[in-house]
């Protein structure tokens, strides 16, 4: 596999759309429950994970990978999740780390937006974490989860 071949640049790409799709579940989850339930952002941020993690793992089980049948789909799964918990064990330092000192960035920078700070920052963050985390999951998959794929 490399990203040359025009198939895994294919792949790459719907893993991505996939991606910003779990992305869009991911953001919005994290925000209907900081701000209406004002959980905090680590609980908050792991329940969004995973919501996007069943949304990415059907997206590409049938669009980027239809041909990796070889594994029964809950074994396939499993070792989706495994690759999505190590995720998540990289994304909740960069979640509980990250938004502190974004949040005084932003708040040097608060009458350049009508955005919060607070708001600012949490998103920010959480953009942050999950760029870092797609790379880890779309190159852990493809040689783990899916390497059943030509």
């Not at 990796?68 to 918990?85: C, E, P």
């Not at 960069?94 to 005084?104: D, K, N, Q, R």
């Amino acid at each position: 596999m490399t990203i040359i071949d025009s198939r895994e640049r294919t792949r790459f790409f719907k893993f991505a759309v996939v991606g910003a799709i779990g992305s869009v579940v991911d953001f919005g989850v994290m925000n209907l429950l900081t701000r209406l339930f004002s959980m905090r952002l680590v609980y908050a941020g792991t329940i969004s994970f995973l919501c996007a993690v069943i949304n990415n793992f059907t997206g590409n089980r049938y669009w980027t990978y239809p041909e990796s049948r070889s594994r029964h789909i809950l074994q396939q799964l499993g070792m989706f999740f495994v690759v999505n918990a190590i995720g998540i064990a990289i994304r909740i330092p960069i979640l509980h780390f990250v938004e502190p000192p974004l949040e005084g960035v932003f708040a040097g920078m608060q009458s350049l937006s009508s955005v919060s700070p607070e708001v600012a920052a949490k998103n920010a963050t959480l953009a942050i974490a999950i760029g870092v985390v797609m790379l880890w999951n779309f190159f852990v998959n493809r040689y783990w989860t899916y390497n059943d794929v030509e």
